[in-house]
């Protein structure tokens, strides 16, 4: 028997999921609108507005498919019942790199992360490296790049 994976996530992010999901079903109908005007002006093969409705119907069903499966399987975690001292998901990271210079990450889900807000998924290869590191530990990261090295200084539940 399979079993589902479960999906972490803040509820941020979840909300923000079911926000897309109701704008989308907003959306649907209206498709289903474009599609019958454009099937009413006759020979569809040739018909560029007809498969332009239909294209970006597919794309609505796929994507509402695709959220309510995310929402189906979404653990909503809130980073402020926990505690500890390692870092887990929703945990506060706050790094030191080879400069000294601080940076700071929270680890998120992979639908809320965004690296340009401080935000990276636990899936990310910083995330994987991060999780389960205390404070004053190192960290490698191996990106495009080439291989990065972090100080865990801080991790903060907020």
């Given at each position: ?65 695709d959220i309510e499966d ?14 500890g001292d390692k870092v ?71």
């Open positions: 028997m399979a079993t589902v994976e479960k999906m972490p996530m803040l509820a941020e992010g979840y909300d923000k999921l079911n926000a897309e999901l109701k704008r989308l079903k907003i959306e649907r109908p209206q498709i289903v609108d474009a599609i019958e005007e454009a099937r009413a002006h006759g020979d569809l093969s040739e018909n560029a507005e007809y498969h332009a409705a239909k294209e970006r119907q597919g794309q609505i069903e796929a994507s509402i498919a995310k929402l189906s399987r979404a653990q909503i975690i809130d980073p402020r019942d926990l505690s887990v998901f929703g945990a506060t990271v706050t790094l030191r790199d080879e400069d000294e210079k601080a940076i700071k990450y929270q680890i998120v889900g992979q639908t809320e992360a965004d690296a340009n807000k401080g935000r990276i998924s636990y899936n990310s290869p910083l995330g994987r490296a991060l999780i389960g590191r205390k404070v004053d530990e190192e960290v490698e990261v191996s990106v495009p790049a080439g291989d990065r090295y972090y100080l865990v200084s801080r991790i903060e539940f907020i």
